[in-house]
């Protein structure tokens, strides 16, 4: 039942954020997203009760559906920015997503098996503070750049 719910979650959010189109796929809303996605990991990581569980699944469901409904509109709009074939970069994006589903539960099994779930879940919130605030980062000195130069 949770799973049909966190589907349920993950289609409509991933519907909405589809329908804002362009104005979703910014490197602002990856940014962004990718710190909730962390909070969202913050709550296995203080317990593992059943509603915090609950809570984790639905709310990581609402939080990374955004994130995978931009990736691809947010490549081209990349690769076409450091004039790149959009087919080259759809294959590059392809080729992480398959590499991260077969390495990410082994790494993360391995890991759980080693320090321990909660540690897990520790290191995934540190990877999700670290990459949306990189992105965040980057993107504001690209963005002062492209001002400087006459460009925005």
Same mark, same amino acid.
């Given at each position: ?102 390495? +990410? ?25 670290? +990459? ?21």
């Amino acid at each position: 039942m949770l799973d049909l719910a966190s589907s349920a979650v993950w289609i409509v959010v991933s519907g909405l954020v589809a329908r804002r189109g362009d104005r979703a796929a910014r490197v602002q809303v990856a940014g962004v997203g990718l710190l909730l996605l962390g909070g969202v990991f913050l709550l296995p990581l203080a317990t593992l009760s059943t509603t915090a569980v609950v809570a984790f699944v639905l709310l990581r469901s609402g939080f990374g559906a955004p994130l995978s409904t931009i990736v691809y509109p947010l490549s081209e709009t990349g690769a076409r920015a450091v004039d790149v074939g959009g087919g080259i970069v759809l294959g590059v994006m392809n080729a992480a997503w398959g590499g991260a589903a077969v390495v +990410a539960p082994l790494v993360a099994g391995a890991l759980a098996q080693t320090v321990g779930e909660r540690w897990t879940f520790g290191v995934v919130v540190g990877l999700c503070l670290a +990459a949306g605030s990189w992105m965040l980062l980057s993107d504001r000195r690209a963005t002062r750049a492209a001002a400087a130069v006459g460009c925005s």
